[in-house]
């Protein structure tokens, strides 16, 4: 299962799954993606948050939580060319049902199912799909949720990989999309 994304910044979220769904969202996060905006975001308590430049001029982010199991949630700042064809949620729909359709060659699933995620700053959707290839545990999770948020001005490619089918990382994930927002960034804080 491929991503396939530009990328002008990354923002990756490495989530306790387990547990981690029983945990609220407490913690607003203020994450500065240069020339674009300030993405807030609800975290659970006790995580941290780590924002690093690119040599592309881009951001990454590291959200992790102190301890647990852990899966894996990237978020990726789309390129503003790509994120520009992106202006309707009707757009990301159906980009969203592409990069999904492509996936499903390697998935257990023969259907592919849109979830829709409405959120403060903007709407996304989003499929779930289980890796067909026999792997062992140790070779990692098998489980997908990939889709494309809006969040203001930013479209967000995101991916959660999970060990588990319906994963508190998942679960996670979505939370803190629905609580993402994207102000206009300020000087000082960059």
Request: glycine share 10%.
């Amino acid at each position: 299962m491929s991503r396939g994304t530009v990328v002008t910044a990354v923002l990756v979220v490495v989530l306790a799954a387990g547990t981690a769904g029983a945990q609220a969202l407490v913690e607003w996060q203020e994450l500065v993606i240069p020339g674009v905006c300030s993405l807030r975001v609800a975290v659970p308590q006790g995580w941290t948050a780590r924002l690093e430049r690119t040599a592309a001029g881009g951001a990454e982010v590291r959200i992790t939580p102190e301890s647990g199991p852990r899966a894996e949630v990237s978020m990726e700042s789309l390129a503003p060319e790509r994120a520009l064809a992106m202006k309707s949620t009707g757009a990301i729909k159906a980009t969203v049902r592409t990069m999904g359709e492509g996936a499903l060659s390697t998935a257990v699933e023969k259907k592919l199912m849109l979830e829709r995620v409405d959120g403060t700053d903007g709407a996304g959707f989003f499929y779930s799909l289980t890796d067909n290839r026999p792997q062992p545990e140790a070779a990692g999770p098998r489980y997908l949720t990939q889709g494309i948020m809006a969040v203001g001005q930013l479209r967000l490619a995101v991916t959660v990989l999970a060990g588990e089918p319906d994963s508190a990382a998942r679960a996670m994930a979505l939370d803190m999309l629905r609580t993402a927002e994207c102000a206009a960034a300020k000087e000082s804080r960059q």
